[in-house]
């Protein structure tokens, strides 16, 4: 039915409304209520003029407040950026730009295993220091010590290279 043109006098369906207005059929069914121009046929089913139907749906429109007719116009702004945004995603996923949150998942997973595993050395490596401190006082000190001191060994540049190139990405399915 969208390849031929339509005749203004015909008279449409229930489903042709729907394909040519871009509407659902409770909506349809629901000007019909509001007073949408139809007759019925001899088995009952309603039948709308096109001409007539789109005369009293501009009337509707110019009888809806501003207001409304503004929401509208905003909810159409806001479904096309929308639209542009998935365009615009589905065009990275094309170029392989887009990672997969699992991918994500997986490598910074891999990354806390790596401090894990660094954290978890850190009794072996200041032991020794840690046996002459007598005080609570002192021992909270040197374990802040202990503490910085490892995540900066961690956050350094080369660290970070370490890490990196121990880390294979998952290659996009």
């Not at 390849?3 to 449409?12: F, G, M, N, T």
């Not at 349809?28 to 121009?37: H, K, M, Q």
């Not at 002459?132 to 900066?152: C, F, P, Q, W, Y």
């Amino acid at each position: 039915m969208a390849a031929e043109p339509l005749e203004p006098d015909r008279l449409l369906s229930r489903h042709e409304v729907q394909a040519v207005f871009g509407c659902s059929g409770s909506t349809v069914d629901n000007w019909r209520r509001a007073g949408a121009p139809h007759q019925r046929n001899p088995r009952g089913a309603a039948r709308y003029p096109l001409a007539e139907l789109v005369k009293w749906r501009l009337d509707q429109d110019e009888e809806t407040p501003k207001e409304i007719r503004a929401s509208a116009a905003e909810f159409q702004l806001r479904k096309l950026q929308a639209d542009t945004e998935r365009s615009e995603l589905d065009l990275l996923r094309e170029q392989d730009d887009l990672v997969e949150i699992d991918a994500v998942v997986e490598v910074l997973g891999e990354v806390l295993d790596v401090i894990r595993t660094r954290l978890r050395a850190v009794p072996g490596r200041y032991c020794a220091r840690l046996i002459r401190i007598r005080t609570a006082g002192s021992m909270k000190k040197h374990l802040r010590e202990i503490i910085d001191e490892v995540l900066n060994e961690l956050s350094s540049p080369s660290s970070i290279a370490d890490t990196a190139a121990t880390i294979q990405p998952r290659k996009k399915r």
